[in-house]
């Protein structure tokens, strides 16, 4: 089943993606505190994982919020859950950014996506999938459930799916 991109991650996509760079994986949520004011304010919306970025778009009715921090820059990655709530902390020299949401799925194809981009510049999802598998055979399942996230287009599920199958 296909999953639908929220409403952030399509007017990220339409305002702010860069020309040549891809959505590896995002998934909805928020930053700030719950009922927090001034800067420490939650607001709802898409961590959004790129091959060259990791951003935290929210479009609403008055404006928007966007946050990015290069893959390059990022220092590490702290993870937390508590009763439901999980939290991706993204720590660079200068600077963090704590995002919040409640899937854990989606929670870890988030951090695959930014641990890939950390390790090489301009990743795409297949080439996610060609350089963490050990073998064709688990390669073609992180395929299927990067299809089934949304994460991959048909066609390049159908590509990287056909290089798998001449390997087995």
Request: proline share 1%; with cysteine; aromatic share 6%.
């Amino acid at each position: 089943m296909m999953s639908v991109e929220s409403k952030h991650v399509v007017k990220f996509r339409m305002a702010h993606l860069q020309q040549g760079e891809i959505i590896v994986s995002s998934g909805d949520g928020y930053i700030g505190d719950m009922m927090g004011k001034g800067k420490k304010a939650q607001h709802n919306g898409s961590l959004i994982v790129t091959g060259s970025r990791v951003a935290f778009y929210r479009k609403g009715l008055f404006g928007e919020v966007l946050e990015t921090i290069p893959l390059k820059s990022i220092t590490s990655i702290e993870r937390k859950s508590f009763m439901g709530h999980r939290s991706i902390c993204i720590h660079t020299s200068h600077d963090s950014l704590e995002f919040k949401g409640f899937k854990k799925d989606k929670e870890q194809l988030l951090v695959d996506g930014i641990e890939a981009g950390r390790r090489t510049d301009n990743i795409s999802p297949v080439t996610v999938i060609s350089t963490e598998s050990g073998d064709a055979m688990s390669a073609l399942g992180k395929l299927a459930e990067l299809k089934n996230a949304g994460v991959l287009t048909e066609e390049e599920f159908a590509t990287k799916k056909a290089e798998l199958l001449a390997k087995i």
